[in-house]
């Protein structure tokens, strides 16, 4: 029997009604999901590796209030707008991080999206740039068009790979948490991110292994939770340490909407215990504090 997903529930989270596929009815459902539905990597800081399969990416989200990064939440949401009516395709993508000196390619540690055939006056060709897994970067999709642009308070910018044939290079805002991303051409599958899931959901290595982090997008910046900091983007306010279980567990439910009702009591204060333990080796590498 062929998999589905619950598309009125899934509609339900966004808080949105069902409508043909349009332009804007894109923007509007790329809005929506970056503003409900969190990144976050909870599961692996629970010990808890999750799969590439966009199904059980859409079940997790609908059925325990989860988010994901990029592989479940780009995943899950090509489900749902396939099944309204949109072309949409996945891409073979990587992410450049601040610490990298040159472009790295379509390594694969990203799943970046495509949706076409909706032409509108600065976007005559009709294809378009969707990503609701970047965390900290898209609010709304971008015109697969050459150049510089504005969302929010922050400013991105769009050109040809150079390090991909045929393929396009995202540049971030370079406020944000990596630099760019680079996506190939051709259609990709699930293969093309099991390996790179795999290493992010268990390597000492993965930033996702060894940092709980949380974003959480909207149309006038981003808030972000990285270990116990919480702080704000784009607004100029300062970080500032939750120092409790409760604080942080607050701020989970109240800022990015992840209650995590799923989770027992044992469960929770590992989950801090290992998140606050990090947080305080972190703060002795510094030799200071966070502003509370």
């Not at 965390?135 to 015109?143: I, N, S, V």
């Not at 989970?252 to 204060?269: C, G, N, Q, S």
Request: net charge negative.
């Amino acid at each position: 029997m062929a998999r589905a997903i619950d598309v009125e529930r899934y509609l339900a989270r966004l808080g949105l009604p069902a409508s043909p596929p349009t332009a804007e009815a894109l923007r509007r459902l790329h809005a929506a999901h970056v503003e409900r539905i969190p990144y976050e990597a909870i599961e692996i800081q629970l010990g808890r590796p999750t799969t590439v399969d966009p199904y059980d990416s859409a079940e997790r989200m609908l059925t325990r209030h989860r988010g994901g990064y990029c592989f479940h939440l780009n995943g899950a949401f090509s489900l749902l707008l396939a099944a309204l009516g949109y072309d949409v395709v996945w891409h073979r993508a990587g992410i450049q991080s601040h610490l990298d000196p040159e472009p790295v390619g379509a390594v694969g540690n990203h799943l970046a999206l495509t949706v076409h055939h909706l032409p509108t006056d600065d976007n005559p060709d009709g294809t378009w740039l969707v990503d609701a897994g970047l965390g900290d970067a898209l609010h709304e999709p971008l015109p697969l068009v050459e150049g510089a642009c504005r969302q929010g308070p922050f400013a991105y910018a769009l050109a040809p790979s150079a390090k991909e044939p045929g393929g396009w290079r995202f540049e971030h805002d370079p406020r944000c948490s990596f630099k760019a991303m680079d996506f190939r051409p051709q259609r990709a599958t699930t293969q093309d991110f099991e390996e790179r899931h795999r290493f992010l959901s268990t390597s000492p290595e993965s930033r996702f292994v060894r940092t709980c982090s949380v974003q959480r997008r909207d149309a006038t910046g981003v808030d972000m939770l990285t270990g116990c900091v919480l702080q704000r983007l784009g607004s100029g306010t300062e970080p500032r340490a939750l120092e409790t279980q409760g604080e942080w567990f607050g701020a989970l439910e109240d800022v990015f909407d992840l209650p995590l009702r799923d989770l027992t009591t044992r469960e929770r204060d590992a989950l801090f215990g290992r998140v606050h333990a990090t947080h305080e080796a972190w703060l002795s590498t510094r030799g200071t504090r966070a502003r509370r």
